[in-house]
């Protein structure tokens, strides 16, 4: 071998040398990353592959962890992410009970009249009169009070009601059917081959985002696999306050650029759930007038979108508890538009008028699934007839 030859031989060497040490890096720091990534993708809890990600994440600081095999000084060793402690919300069973006390606690202009009834010695003309009109006032409605009134004055008569234990009897059994606790309550929110879609709509301010958040803490107590839809793309701080609430309980959120296409969201917030296999994708929407036509079509294109990848077995509609009559021309609207399947009544903490339940079932036919009760992160609980008609009467005691 000539000296020329020689000289090409060592320069080969050192360039393969610098190919393998180039390739070792960087195969380090891309399982480095994979373990990062599959974190953000998978972190929920219960979720399939959250653990496989957090064993392949340990692996991989394992393996620069170990005596003997110190990484070459290219390899960025980056500190290993502590494990996110996420919250555990409520139960549903907690929550009744705590909607029970909450309502109970509460002064409703519904109690009042149950009071004034229930208190007078002497049930005559002008008892019936004004219990009438303390009804109406608390948003039950003409049509439901004056049923509620004529059924009530006939029964009393017929049986003779002579003690005020006959009349709490002869109301509970009246308002309980008034409030139909026949009516189907449940969420749709089981999985089939797809995910069980959820869509969350309602005028402005009614509390749509927080009870998407809440609803998935909800969900996320009864271990089901949960995924968010930011499909509020008017608002900016609503895709933040959204994945705010799905980080505190390990549930990932899909948003797009302010502005987005909020069906293109919604889709893609399905298509995520569906190749991540979650039980649940809730979809947030924009807060609309229902008299914008073109908003309301928008709506209405979201849910065809969203349904070419799986059905939207459940349509909540938000209303707010405290604007009353309002709530119900709204209602009618949103149900034609989207076909409505249950109604969540949000702020009834702050409102007297309870007997919009009654009223809101009554339009639409559809019955009131969930109740907000306050500002806290698990205010949100089932609705349920028999639980509502005792804490009035519970306050008119
Ligand atoms: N007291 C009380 N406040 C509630 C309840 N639900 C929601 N809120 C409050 O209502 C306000 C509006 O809630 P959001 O969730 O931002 O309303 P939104 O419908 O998403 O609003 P837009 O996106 O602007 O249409 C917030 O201050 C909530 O904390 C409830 O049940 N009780």
Redesign the pocket.
């Known amino acids: 071998m000539n000296g020329t030859e020689l000289w090409y031989l060592v320069g080969g060497l050192i360039v393969a040398a610098f190919v393998v040490v180039g390739l070792v890096a960087g195969t380090r720091r891309r399982a480095l990353r994979r373990g990062r990534d599959t974190r953000s993708l998978t972190g929920a809890p219960g979720h399939p592959g959250a653990q496989d990600g957090a064993e392949e994440r340990a692996g991989a600081v394992d393996l620069l962890d170990r005596p003997g095999t110190e990484a070459p000084e290219s390899v960025e060793v980056e500190p290993m992410v502590p494990p996110l402690v996420h919250e555990r919300p409520e139960t549903a069973e907690s929550r009744l009970a705590r909607l029970r006390r909450r309502l109970a606690g509460r002064d409703s202009g519904l109690s009042r009249g149950l009071l004034m009834l229930l208190s007078r010695d002497r049930i005559d003309e002008q008892t019936w009169e004004d219990f009438e009109d303390v009804l109406i006032t608390s948003d039950l409605g003409v049509g439901p009070t004056t049923e509620l009134v004529e059924r009530l004055r006939t029964r009393f008569r017929i049986e003779g009601v002579a003690q005020p234990g006959q009349a709490r009897t002869i109301l509970r059994e009246e308002l309980l059917a008034l409030v139909d606790p026949t009516m189907d309550r449940t969420l749709a929110t089981t999985r089939t081959e797809v995910p069980a879609i959820v869509m969350v709509v ?10 998407v958040g809440k609803l998935a803490r909800v969900l996320v107590a009864e271990d089901k696999d949960v995924l968010l839809g930011a499909a ?1 793309t008017f ?1 900016a701080a ?1 895709a933040d ?1 959204l994945e705010t609430w799905g980080d505190r309980v390990g549930v990932p959120t899909i948003r797009g650029a302010e502005g987005a296409d909020p069906a293109s969201v919604a889709y893609e917030a399905t298509r995520a759930g569906v190749e991540q296999e979650v039980d649940v994708v809730i979809v947030d929407t ?2 609309r007038l229902h008299t914008k036509t073109g908003l309301m079509d928008e709506l209405g294109k979201v849910k065809r979108v969203v349904e070419r990848l799986a059905p939207v077995g459940e349509v909540l509609l ?1 209303l707010d508890a405290t604007t009353g009559q309002n709530g119900l021309t709204q209602a009618r609207i949103f149900r034609e538009v989207v076909q409505v399947t249950g109604i969540v009544l ?5 409102s007297a008028k309870g007997g919009i339940v009654v009223q809101v079932q009554r339009e639409l036919g559809v019955p009131v699934k969930l109740v ?4 806290g992160v698990d ?1 949100l609980a089932p609705f349920d007839a028999e639980v509502f008609v005792d804490a009035l009467l519970e306050q008119a005691s």
Not at 372 to 375: A, D, F, R, S, V
Request: proline residues 0%; negative net charge.
């Open positions: 309602g005028v402005n301010g009614t509390g749509k985002t927080t009870t509020d608002r609503a306050q924009a807060g938000v949000t702020k009834l903490d702050g907000g009760i306050g500002e205010d």
